[in-house]
């Protein structure tokens, strides 16, 4: 996201299955913390931002928790920092300091400029639900709580929610804002927008929405729920392409994520 003086805010959402925190049979007490270390090194491996925090206290199952698959009862948590634009490989590690436990997560990752006056946009964040609020919260946002979804799995017919904003809108002689939302829900692999024929329109499951919106401010968050309920499993990709009616830029993101058959 773009951070009030344009630089970028980086966050980050966890899920860490409750199983893998034991349990207070186990002897080793009712409450943990996990210890939370994030660098991004830049191309010579040379660190460039880091983050440390500890999450807690967070209570300890009292019996061994399942390990089912997507559904295992999970911890949730959040972070959000600072740091230069750039490209990255990204290194993350926990560790439960209860059973010691430690987990590594590695990936290459761009991160965006969002100085400039041109129409830009935050990447897309999935989530389980979205709702106005008041209060502050680790999940709130611009006076929405986002319920995270930072697996990207959703179970068949579920409701996807999608949070976004977007920055550096035209505004009109009035002050005010014109743009056009689209979104399009395509099967991983299969052309998007113009890509496709007609045959494959009816062929493939997809979803495609057109929606116009205005506003009064330069930069506005946006929400949508999105129906998914006749999809079979599968992986599929969401775009959104975002056009300024006054200024004619357009701008689009996307994400992927699965739909399962939950047992």
Same mark, same amino acid.
């Given at each position: 996201?773009?951070?009030? +003086?344009?630089?970028?805010?980086?966050?980050?959402?966890?899920?860490?299955?409750?199983?893998?925190?034991?349990?207070?049979?186990?002897?080793?007490?009712?409450? &943990?913390?996990?210890?939370?270390?994030?660098?991004?090194?830049?191309?010579?491996?040379?660190?460039?931002? &880091?983050?440390?925090?500890?999450?807690?206290?967070?209570?300890?199952?009292?019996?061994?928790?399942?390990?089912?698959?997507?559904?295992?009862?999970?911890?949730?948590?959040?972070?959000?920092?600072? *740091?230069?634009?750039?490209?990255?490989?990204?290194?993350?590690?926990?560790?439960?300091?209860? *059973?010691?436990?430690?987990?590594?997560?590695?990936?290459?990752? *761009?991160?965006?400029?969002?100085?400039?006056?041109?129409?830009?946009?935050?990447?897309?964040?999935?989530?389980?639900?979205?709702?106005?609020?008041?209060?502050?919260?680790?999940?709130?946002?611009?006076?929405?709580?986002?319920?995270?979804?930072?697996?990207?799995?959703?179970?068949?017919?579920?409701?996807?929610?999608?949070?976004?904003?977007?920055?550096?809108?035209?505004?009109?002689?009035?002050?005010?804002? +014109?743009?056009?939302?689209?979104?399009?829900?395509?099967?991983?692999?299969?052309?998007?927008?113009?890509?496709?024929?007609?045959?494959?329109?009816?062929? +493939?499951?997809?979803?495609?929405? %057109?929606?116009?919106?205005?506003? %009064?401010?330069?930069?506005?968050?946006?929400?949508? %729920?999105?129906? *998914?309920? +006749?999809?079979?499993?599968?992986?599929?990709?969401?775009?959104?392409?975002?056009?300024?009616?006054?200024?004619?830029?357009?701008? %689009?993101?996307?994400?992927?994520?699965?739909?399962?058959?939950?047992?």
């Amino acid at each position: 996201f773009r951070g009030p +003086e344009g630089e970028t805010e980086v966050e980050f959402t966890y899920s860490i299955p409750t199983h893998q925190l034991g349990y207070v049979r186990d002897g080793k007490g009712l409450h &943990t913390w996990l210890l939370n270390n994030i660098t991004f090194r830049d191309t010579s491996l040379i660190p460039v931002t &880091t983050w440390e925090g500890k999450f807690g206290p967070i209570e300890r199952a009292l019996n061994e928790q399942p390990r089912r698959q997507y559904t295992a009862p999970a911890y949730m948590m959040a972070t959000m920092f600072q *740091t230069p634009p750039g490209v990255y490989n990204m290194a993350v590690q926990i560790r439960d300091e209860a *059973t010691r436990g430690i987990g590594i997560y590695k990936k290459p990752l *761009t991160i965006p400029d969002y100085h400039g006056e041109n129409l830009l946009m935050s990447d897309l964040k999935l989530a389980t639900a979205i709702t106005p609020v008041e209060e502050e919260g680790p999940f709130v946002r611009k006076g929405l709580e986002i319920s995270p979804n930072p697996g990207r799995l959703y179970q068949r017919g579920q409701i996807v929610y999608l949070y976004y904003e977007v920055y550096n809108l035209s505004r009109k002689s009035d002050g005010k804002t +014109e743009y056009e939302a689209i979104y399009e829900i395509t099967p991983k692999g299969m052309p998007t927008g113009r890509g496709r024929n007609r045959r494959q329109d009816e062929d +493939e499951q997809s979803v495609l929405i %057109s929606v116009d919106g205005a506003g %009064s401010s330069e930069d506005e968050p946006m929400y949508t %729920s999105l129906d *998914t309920g +006749e999809f079979v499993d599968g992986e599929y990709v969401l775009t959104v392409i975002l056009t300024d009616r006054q200024s004619g830029q357009r701008i %689009s993101k996307t994400v992927n994520f699965m739909i399962v058959g939950f047992q």
